[in-house]
């Protein structure tokens, strides 16, 4: 069964707290849990972006609940491929603040095939998934040769 990964953007509802936030990601972790899907949710308050993945049938099935969410508006899809490591094992959703300009450049990244690049150029946008490692890595228990908790695979 190959793994779907799911990235979308998204403006949180006008009052919305982080404690609100927090009973969101501890709802939508145990929903992910049975469904098969991991991810974490970057925010700064205001604004989202939700990396997830999973197998097809359980990212769909979370992809539906995010999009009937009265927490958010404006959901866009930022990309979406098939295929690969599964990159965060480790949580079934959890959330992580992060500062605007940083969720601001997480937006603009290059979501195109999900990838990253061997090298790269300091003047290079970063791809999508090497600004999400950043801004994760420093959250997570990180061991040896890059890898997360258990030796799983880190971004």
């Known amino acids: 069964m190959p793994l779907h990964v799911l990235v979308y953007c998204s403006q949180a509802i006008p009052g919305l707290t982080f404690d609100q936030i927090d009973d969101l990601a501890k709802d939508a972790a145990a929903h992910n849990a049975i469904a098969g899907v991991t991810g974490v949710l970057l925010t700064d308050g205001k604004r989202s972006l939700q990396y997830l993945e999973g197998p097809e049938e359980g990212l769909a099935l979370a992809y539906s609940r995010i999009i009937n969410a009265t927490s958010h508006l404006g959901v866009i899809e930022l990309g979406r491929s098939e295929g690969g490591p599964r990159r965060l094992p480790y ?22 095939g999900l990838g990253s690049r061997d090298e790269v150029d300091i003047d290079q946008v970063p791809t999508g998934i090497e600004g999400v490692a950043q801004l ?17 695979p880190l971004l």
Request: glycine fraction near 8%.
């Open 136 to 152: 994760v890595i420093p959250y997570v228990d990180v061991g040896p040769l890059n890898t997360g908790p258990r030796g799983s």
């Open 91 to 112: 949580w079934s959703m959890r959330w992580l603040p992060v500062e605007t300009e940083d969720l601001r450049i997480a937006e603009v990244s290059d979501w195109r």
